[in-house]
């Protein structure tokens, strides 16, 4: 079921306008043959062109109910080309995907841009036991965010502009959270550029925080990839207010390890250290015969705290020293690349605990540069 907002949602329609073309159609929705991505199975797929307007969440809903049974098997996806048009209508087309399990897509030559780049966050994918976000976006494509302007007519004093406002962002808000958006500080901020500018999603920080997986062929990591990840790890990591940050926590150059034997020992020296400032030198040397006896990528698994397959980290293994202290007690981040995945194992060599978690290749790029 679609939700109908409540009564004072509906002074949006009157209150908040976009800038489009006389030219453009209303959103028309038809079958298209055909395979849209290789992460998408099915041979059809949906598309979705036009300007969004009032009404076209219903006429989405008829469309789709009035398919062919055997149609309806499919994990349908919808390819969305669209300059925007009315922002509740666009929420309400995106909660209309999310209840149909539609996976939404923009290509490379296509445009979703405004109330359009809203319905794209209902995207969604059913799999075997549950349902959960699934947008694409083509490298290349539009997919684009900014504020929405407040018409002239429709509103009294300025207090009312005020309240409309801050009533819009309770919603859109509400909306994020329901479409499964993890960094809804990431949309506010979006919703704060001008309404004659937009700003097109196409950063790492921009693409994870949002939920959205590229489509095509899979990004490797960068040059630099360890450096990356394990500064996007330690920011994580650090409270609000760090004396020091994120770039004063990283100290020195990462250091490379030339083999699996040698990440192997430099885990074992920072969790198990021979140095008395750190840990028991006695306990040190009574455990680490234990771990050189067992096979390296079994021995870096125990060391990790989790199966880490560091035998088929073809990328290499790196080593980056960190800053302890002053609410931060961890000492070293290891980095373990494939083409597919990255790994950081942040380790406190006082306690011996490690804090290790897996990466898309996307987290080993600079955050804030464009990737296309």
Not at 27 to 42: D, L, W, Y
Not at 127 to 133: H, L, M
Request: proline share 5%.
């Amino acid at each position: 079921m679609i939700p109908r907002y409540g009564s004072a949602l509906m002074l949006f329609f009157a209150a908040f306008a976009l800038f489009l073309p006389e030219t453009v159609t209303a959103m028309t929705f038809s079958v298209v043959n055909g395979r849209i991505s290789e992460q998408v199975g099915a041979d059809k797929y949906i598309s979705g062109s036009g300007a969004i307007e009032e009404g076209d969440a219903a006429r989405f809903v008829q469309f789709i109910r009035q398919l062919p049974p055997e149609e309806g098997r499919f994990d349908w996806t919808i390819s969305l080309d669209s300059p925007g048009g009315n922002l509740v209508e666009g929420m309400r087309l995106g909660e209309a995907f999310r209840e149909h399990k539609l996976i939404t897509f923009v290509g490379r030559d296509s445009s979703c841009l405004s109330a359009c780049a809203v319905s794209f966050l209902g995207g969604t994918k059913q799999w075997a036991v549950s349902a959960g976000r699934f947008r694409l976006l083509e490298p290349g494509g539009n997919l684009g965010y900014h504020g929405f302007e407040l018409a002239k007519d429709g509103l009294g004093s300025t207090n009312d502009a005020l309240e409309l406002g801050r009533y819009m962002n309770a919603v859109i808000r509400d909306f994020a959270l329901r479409m499964g958006v993890g960094d809804t500080g990431l949309l506010a901020s979006l919703f704060h550029i001008a309404p004659s500018e937009i700003e097109v999603i196409d950063t790492p920080n921009e693409i994870i925080g949002l939920g959205i997986t590229l489509a095509g062929e899979r990004l490797q990591p960068p040059v630099g990839w360890a450096e990356h990840a394990c500064r996007r790890q330690v920011a994580s990591m650090l409270l609000s207010m760090d004396p020091l940050g994120v770039d004063e926590r990283m100290w020195g150059a990462p250091e490379p390890l030339k083999d699996l034997e040698s990440l192997r020992q430099a885990l074992l020296e920072t969790k198990f250290s021979t140095d008395e400032t750190f840990a028991s030198v006695d306990y040190a040397e009574a455990v680490r015969p234990f771990f050189l006896g067992l096979d390296a990528t079994d021995s870096v698994d125990i060391l990790a705290g989790r199966s880490v397959y560091a035998e088929m980290m073809s990328l290499g293994y790196w080593k980056i020293n960190l800053v302890r202290g002053r609410s931060f007690y961890h000492d070293a981040c290891f980095a373990l690349a494939s083409s597919s995945s990255i790994i950081t194992i942040i380790v406190d060599r006082v306690s011996g605990g490690a804090i290790t978690k897996w990466h898309e290749p996307l987290e080993g790029y600079p955050p804030d540069q464009p990737l296309w």
